[in-house]
């Protein structure tokens, strides 16, 4: 079993910065490809971005690049989503991610394999 715990969300105004963690524990059998995705009230969860299971490749959602950044630290079993910039339409809850076996990068929610609990994030204008 894979374990995935978010932390680090919380409420902050239009134009503010949030850095998520997201850590990994149990039988990870080493590093996957991770991604982000969120899930705003009444709306289906959406693809965020993906990492690379060496970090070297990132993929992001039209609607927030050029302000998010995800990254990670294989060694400590940590994937972060820095977020910068936030907008309203940026309010959901925002899930950490692993790949099911033989995907590349998750890129929709049937990519994944293994979902943390989210952690809310809210932001006003």
């Known amino acids: 079993q894979v374990q995935l715990a978010e932390s680090g969300g919380g409420s902050v105004q239009a134009g503010g910065s949030l850095r998520l963690s997201c850590a990994a524990s149990?039988?990870?059998?080493?590093?996957?490809?991770m991604g982000w995705f969120r899930q705003a009230p009444g709306k289906e969860r959406e693809f965020v971005t993906s990492?690379?299971?060496?970090?070297?490749?990132?993929y992001y959602a039209d609607s927030v690049k050029g302000r998010f950044t995800i990254s990670r630290d294989n060694a400590k079993n940590m994937v972060y989503l820095q977020m910068n910039s936030l907008k309203p339409e940026d309010t959901a809850v925002y899930f950490c991610?692993?790949?099911?076996?033989?995907?590349?990068?998750?890129?929709?929610?049937?990519?994944?394999?293994?979902w943390g609990q989210g952690t809310q994030v809210t932001v006003s204008s």
């Open positions: 149990g039988r990870t059998f080493g590093p996957y490809p």
């Open positions: 990492i690379s299971t060496s970090g070297e490749r990132t």
């Open positions: 991610a692993q790949s099911r076996g033989r995907v590349i990068i998750p890129r929709q929610t049937n990519d994944v394999g293994y």
